[in-house]
């Protein structure tokens, strides 16, 4: 696929994945329904293999290889939860794997993706290009690159999580998600319009990386000149993708912004209440529940927890 995915691709990656991908819970809390004033349906992404929603688009992204592609093997860049999803999918389908990845990624995620028998190649993100790095490597191996959320097929995967979403009971007045480079919620938006259109959308993303925000506001695709360091280390993307916006930025009602700190609030919340461990990241959209900003009319209410690969020393900061 070279244009913009649809609903129609959507529904392909359905296929392609019965059978591989966890069709995740949906977890209830009575003590946050209270808090928020609300009743809220957690979409618990966390359960899924490898503790992350990218395994889906990954999935797909490779499944849908000929055969002499897949002999060739991917490459992928990633800080983890994507690098986890292609190891993942890479080791399922029997093809070789090499992933890109920061040198301060999490230590849970680079063991995660050893696990598999991925290969990994470190930079330095303040330093080096991990695209290019990656595209040497497909360039020199005659690879495939997998990206993160830029690709129709990862979209299209993402967006089984809405099909999922929308046969579910009752019918939700909206649903939160996370905000990195806008993969998920492009494919949970393609899946909705179809099969949910009330549904509103919301989005979350780390303060220092309001890039949907900003680009929602001022109707133009921003990009951030920002290295800010924040735990939300998935959810980091200075720029939303180009073919993530174009679906987005018609599909999104709001963004919000979270703090660091926040989302350390919203991990204990969610390992108190829900009995899930979260990601910094993974727990961007529950934090902004907890914070209140859906607008009064909203009753019903979907949030996905997308990630919950953390280092112990990130929980327990948390949970103290």
């Not at 395994?55 to 992928?76: D, K, Q």
């Not at 301060?104 to 995660?112: C, S």
């Not at 899946?191 to 303060?207: H, K, Q, R, V, Y």
């Not at 899930?276 to 949030?303: F, Q, R, S, Y």
Request: glycine share 8%; aromatic share 4%.
């Amino acid at each position: 696929m070279s244009q913009l995915p649809t609903y129609a691709d959507v529904a392909d990656a359905v296929k392609r994945l019965d059978g591989h991908a966890v069709k995740t819970p949906l977890l209830r809390s009575d003590a946050i329904d209270k808090r928020v004033g609300k009743q809220v349906w957690f979409k618990a992404e966390c359960l899924q293999k490898k503790n992350a929603f990218k395994y889906r688009g990954a999935f797909n992204r490779l499944s849908a290889m000929n055969e002499r592609e897949r002999g060739r093997g991917v490459v992928a860049y990633s800080s983890g939860n994507h690098a986890q999803g292609v190891s993942c999918a890479a080791k399922e389908l029997g093809m070789d794997a090499i992933i890109v990845m920061p040198t301060d990624a999490p230590k849970v995620k680079v063991a995660g993706v050893l696990a598999d028998g991925a290969t990994i190649v470190t930079y330095d993100r303040l330093t080096e290009s991990r695209e290019e790095i990656a595209a040497d490597i497909a360039k020199r191996d005659g690879r495939t690159i997998v990206p993160s959320y830029d690709d129709p097929f990862i979209i299209a995967g993402q967006g089984t999580i809405g099909v999922e979403l929308s046969k579910a009971e009752p019918k939700f007045d909206a649903m939160i998600t996370c905000l990195g480079g806008g993969g998920m919620c492009a494919g949970i938006s393609l899946a909705m319009a179809e099969l949910s259109p009330n549904t509103l959308i919301f989005g979350a993303e780390p303060t220092a990386y309001n890039d949907h925000q900003l680009s929602l506001r001022t109707g133009k695709r921003v990009k951030l000149d920002t290295r800010t360091p924040t735990l939300c280390e998935a959810i980091m993307t200075p720029q939303p993708g180009e073919l993530t916006w174009p679906i987005n930025s018609k599909s999104l009602r709001d963004v919000y912004t979270v703090s660091d700190e926040a989302c350390l609030h919203a991990m204990k919340t969610a390992y108190e209440e829900l009995g899930v461990t979260l990601e910094p990241g993974g727990a961007a959209a529950i934090a902004a529940l907890l914070e209140k900003n859906l607008p009064d009319e909203i009753k019903t209410v979907a949030v996905i927890l997308s990630g919950g690969n953390v280092d112990p020393e990130i929980l327990e900061r948390a949970l103290s």
